[in-house]
């Protein structure tokens, strides 16, 4: 019987490489988890306040002189739920889309395209806000939370680079997932001047940079490197890492010519990628043969 404990589990979730997909949705629902916790002890013990300021020191303030002191919210707002449904159908949003994005270009290309639907609605969020009269009276009091951004941003991004692969809908069937985008992204529009107008504001922001982070991913620019490049400055603060160097000595001209006019298998042209990618938007991964399926896995390892 297996009696390791659900922190342990949790741990080997960040412990496996190429896991973006269940680390972004462990951590969304560990603090989740973790707020309800804080509520409830808080409010049994006659300090409730305590929770409600927390809570306004990680949600992202409309207000930019309160977000000028709180920076750090355009971050920790997309990692925070408060309400089951909300948090539920976020995750389940990101898991049936986000295994397309795994699939075919990598977990890196999803936890950069997730972040940066994050803040780019974040920031979509605070500029509407501001310069819209129709807002004005919203500025003061409006916070928003939720991971709803990332998520738009990950639907849309799968949507442009196979738009017509399909998903089993319950009562509808199998239907493209561009028209599930298209939907998606209409309900937002349509619901910018209501009660949740920032919220939507948001979805609307994410689901531009998903749109725009593939569009240039297929022409070749990673326009979310700098995602990878931050995560591993922080890492390494808190992983160790292995101070262990491998030198070697070249026998002859002859060996160390051919040891560098060598490639590694793994490494596909990008023409070739750039190719696949335009075969998919085209007629579907379905219709790749397994050659080129297997150099569209090998280029999303590099």
């Known amino acids: ?33 973790f707020l309800i916790i804080l509520k409830v002890v808080f409010t049994l013990s006659g300090v409730q306040g305590l929770y409600t300021s927390i809570m306004h020191n990680i949600m992202l303030p409309s207000n930019l002189e309160m977000f000028i002191f709180k920076p750090w919210t355009l971050i920790t707002y997309f990692f925070t739920h408060e309400g089951f449904f909300h948090i539920l159908f976020n995750m389940l949003f990101l898991y049936w889309f986000g295994r397309l994005i795994v699939e075919f270009l990598g977990s890196k290309k999803l936890v950069n395209l997730f972040i940066l639907g994050g803040i780019i609605g974040g920031l979509a969020y605070l500029l509407f806000y501001n310069l819209l009269p129709f807002y004005a009276d919203r500025v003061a009091s409006s916070k928003m939370l939720g991971a709803s951004g990332g998520v738009y941003a990950v639907v849309v991004g799968s949507a ?15 239907v493209k997932i561009k ?16 009660a949740n107008a920032g919220g939507e504001l948001a979805h609307l922001g994410g689901a531009a940079i998903g749109w725009f982070y593939i569009s240039q991913l297929k022409k070749g620019n990673d326009i979310g490197a700098f995602v990878q490049s931050t995560l591993t400055f922080f890492k390494s603060f808190f992983v160790k890492s292995n101070d262990v160097k491998v030198s070697y000595r070249t026998k002859s001209k002859t060996t160390s010519s051919r040891t560098n006019d060598s490639k590694p298998k793994s ?7 750039d190719a696949i990618l335009d075969k998919i938007s085209e007629s579907g991964y379905e219709s790749l043969s397994k050659d080129e399926k297997d150099k569209l896995f090998n280029a999303s390892k590099d």
Do not use: C
């Open 160 to 174: 442009v680079f196979m738009p017509d692969y399909r998903l089993n809908l319950i009562l509808l069937g199998p």
């Open 1 to 33: 019987m297996n009696n390791r404990g659900a922190f342990e589990e949790f741990k080997d979730v960040f412990r496996k490489s190429d896991n973006g997909l269940m680390q972004l949705i462990s951590i969304n629902v560990a603090v989740f988890f």
């Open 267 to 273: 490494n596909v042209a990008q023409n070739e990628i």
């Open 179 to 194: 028209w599930i985008a298209i939907v998606y992204v209409f309900l937002s529009f349509a619901g910018i001047t209501g």
